[in-house]
Antibody, heavy 121, light 110 residues
Framework: QVQLQESGPGLVKASQTLSLSCTVSGGSISGGTYYWNWIRQPAGKGLEWIGRIYPSGSATYNPSLKRRLTISIDTSKNQFSLKVTSVTAADTAVYYC?????????????WGQGTQVTVSS | QSVLTQPPSASGTPGQRVTISCSGISSNIRSNTVNWYQQLPGTAPKLLLYRDNQRPSGVPDRFSGSKSGTSASLAISGLQSEDEGDYHCAAWDDSLNGPVFGGGTKLTVL
């Protein structure tokens, strides 16, 4: 079955850019009508949807984060990526990638194991 | 602050039935379906229920969901120690044009 795995630096300095990748295995990232999502969870807090991308390259972002976000996809590597610019301590969280299969009213399954990102001053 | 409202904690003894509520507004829960995720300690969230009350393959029928108006509920019957963890509700929000989550409920099995 499809599995997702996040990767990237665990420590980012404030004001710099956070960059993460999600590698999809067990299936093609461009096969089927799937959306590829990023979700984060600050310690002890709830989940927050960051954004998603379709294999065509069309991306949708959470309006509260949109001006700092870029989500891209590399179908040749079966990967999609997240960049968050001008990070602050508020961006410290566990970042998850996850798949959904419809343009709205969707759900996330499966999820990656998550990767901790800490923003240092 | 999360868009959907959940109680921060819930508890029960083995064998009991517990419910967890999730409250929203017309642009999310009333207009769209609710999904529930189970997050066991130290692990990633896992889809527990989708479309209000549908169970993915492998999820026991001890887990059930319901929705009425702008509120939804997750019920767990025959509570087991391995059910201890965090439970998150989520729904599409028509105003955000994206999904929103609750703050999560920490379930303790006494």
């Amino acid at each position: 079955q499809v599995q997702l795995q996040e990767s990237g630096p665990g420590l980012v300095k404030a004001s710099q850019t956070l960059s993460l990748s999600c590698t999809v295995s067990g299936g093609s990232i461009s096969g089927g009508t799937y959306y590829w999502n990023w979700i984060r969870q600050p310690a002890g807090k709830g989940l927050e949807w960051i954004g998603r991308i379709y294999p065509s390259g069309s991306a949708t972002y959470n309006p509260s984060l949109k001006r700092r976000l870029t989500i891209s996809i590399d179908t040749s590597k079966n990967q999609f990526s997240l960049k968050v610019t001008s990070v602050t301590a508020a961006d410290t969280a566990v970042y998850y990638c996850a798949r959904s299969d419809r343009p709205y009213d969707d759900w996330f399954d499966p999820w990656g194991q998550g990767t901790q990102v800490t923003v240092s001053s | 602050q999360s868009v959907l409202t959940q109680p921060p904690s819930a508890s029960g003894t083995p064998g009991q039935r517990v419910t967890i509520s999730c409250s929203g507004i017309s642009s999310n829960i009333r207009s769209n379906t609710v999904n529930w995720y189970q997050q066991l300690p130290g692990t990633a969230p896992k889809l527990l229920l989708y479309r209000d009350n549908q169970r993915p393959s492998g999820v026991p029928d001890r887990f059930s969901g319901s929705k009425s108006g702008t509120s939804a509920s997750l019920a767990i019957s025959g509570l087991q120690s391995e059910d201890e963890g965090d439970y998150h509700c989520a729904a599409w929000d028509d105003s955000l044009n994206g999904p929103v989550f609750g703050g999560g409920t920490k379930l303790t099995v006494l």
